[in-house]
């Protein structure tokens, strides 16, 4: 949902850079980044705590469902991360790289679902999975070739939210493991994970990468202005996208681009809103 939407707002944006590469570079991986903020701790967040959220929503006679939601959850991960070259194929002119990669996709989703098949519906899952995990990084690799991107900006982009991801998926399951010797899964187990979760991986992020996570900060006040998220903010209330981002020399600079994706997209759209204006 969260690649859907930001593909809908980047892809006018997209169509209108593609003769400009760097600019085109530079909207394309704040928007990588966007993204991934937000699906990876979703995604591991959700394979963590995926036994007890199927022991309290439907009870211990489904607990054979745990790995499929635990598998699906990281399919949703990788599923998020690799759509976002779908925009960049056809803001270049060159749709047809995804139908191509999607057949290719199918022949080995299928020969994964003959070799899985002794193992049920987990086999199921692991083939989905598995499929999109591989041709996923085909996809950023002739994303990378369009937009002039080397392995080092692919490791840039994903390293931040994966280590804050894993760092509160371990955490995660550590209290889980802890708490199931003392207490059966329940609603307020679930809560509290939900929450050790949610703190870990926003303090994570703060700490390992600040820039970055004032860049998803701002973008994410953009789109949702609501005062009760300047909470999340190292330096609190701002007026604009780029208040919050740090200056180039400040520690942690490294892992973001100032401005932030609404302040390119703004850029991109004025000279729309004064040709209006004008006529």
Same mark, same amino acid.
Request: proline share 6%; net charge positive; with cysteine.
């Given at each position: 949902?969260?690649?859907g939407v930001?593909?809908l707002?980047?892809?006018?944006? *997209?169509?209108? @850079?593609?003769?400009?590469?760097?600019?085109?570079?530079?909207? *394309?991986?704040? +928007?990588?980044?966007f993204?991934?903020?937000?699906?990876?701790?979703?995604?591991?967040? @959700?394979?963590a705590?995926?036994a007890?959220?199927?022991?309290? #929503?439907?009870?211990?006679? &489904?607990?054979?469902?745990?790995?499929?939601?635990?598998?699906?959850?990281?399919?949703?991960?990788?599923? +998020?991360?690799?759509?976002?070259?779908?925009?960049?194929?056809?803001?270049?002119?060159?749709?047809q790289l995804?139908?191509?990669?999607g057949?290719?996709?199918?022949?080995?989703?299928?020969?994964?679902?003959?070799?899985?098949?002794?193992?049920g519906?987990?086999?199921?899952a692991? =083939?989905?999975?598995?499929?999109?995990?591989?041709m996923? &990084?085909?996809?950023? *690799?002739?994303?990378?070739?369009?937009?002039? #991107?080397?392995?080092?900006e692919?490791?840039?982009?994903?390293?931040?939210? /994966?280590?804050?991801g894993?760092?509160?998926?371990?955490?995660?399951?550590?209290?889980?493991?802890?708490?199931?010797?003392?207490?059966?899964?329940?609603?307020?187990? #679930?809560?509290?994970?939900?929450?050790?979760?949610?703190?870990?991986?926003?303090?994570? /992020?703060?700490?390992?990468?600040?820039?970055r996570?004032e860049?998803?900060?701002?973008? @994410?006040?953009?789109?949702? !202005?609501?005062?009760?998220?300047? &909470?999340?903010?190292l330096?609190?209330?701002?007026?604009?996208?780029?208040?919050?981002?740090?200056? !180039?020399?400040?520690?942690g =600079?490294l892992?973001?681009?100032? !401005?932030?994706?609404?302040?390119?997209?703004?850029?991109?759209?004025?000279?729309?809103?004064?040709? /209006?204006t004008?006529s």
């Amino acid at each position: 949902a969260v690649t859907g939407v930001s593909n809908l707002i980047v892809f006018p944006a *997209y169509s209108k @850079l593609q003769d400009d590469m760097p600019r085109f570079r530079r909207a *394309y991986l704040r +928007s990588l980044r966007f993204v991934c903020t937000i699906s990876v701790p979703a995604g591991i967040g @959700l394979a963590a705590v995926s036994a007890v959220f199927v022991r309290v #929503l439907y009870g211990e006679k &489904w607990a054979a469902a745990i790995p499929v939601l635990a598998i699906i959850s990281l399919y949703g991960l990788f599923l +998020s991360v690799f759509a976002t070259t779908g925009e960049v194929f056809k803001a270049a002119g060159r749709p047809q790289l995804f139908a191509r990669m999607g057949i290719f996709q199918i022949a080995i989703l299928f020969a994964l679902i003959a070799a899985l098949y002794p193992f049920g519906i987990v086999g199921f899952a692991l =083939a989905r999975a598995g499929a999109t995990f591989v041709m996923g &990084w085909v996809a950023l *690799y002739f994303a990378g070739r369009i937009l002039e #991107l080397g392995v080092s900006e692919w490791i840039r982009t994903l390293r931040a939210p /994966m280590a804050a991801g894993l760092l509160m998926g371990g955490g995660v399951v550590a209290t889980q493991q802890a708490l199931a010797t003392v207490v059966a899964a329940n609603v307020y187990v #679930l809560a509290l994970l939900i929450a050790e979760g949610v703190i870990i991986y926003v303090v994570a /992020m703060r700490v390992v990468a600040p820039a970055r996570w004032e860049e998803f900060v701002s973008e @994410l006040t953009a789109i949702v !202005p609501l005062k009760a998220l300047r &909470w999340l903010s190292l330096r609190g209330a701002y007026a604009s996208p780029t208040d919050a981002l740090p200056l !180039p020399s400040e520690p942690g =600079a490294l892992w973001s681009d100032p !401005p932030g994706l609404a302040e390119e997209l703004r850029v991109i759209r004025e000279p729309e809103t004064s040709e /209006m204006t004008a006529s």
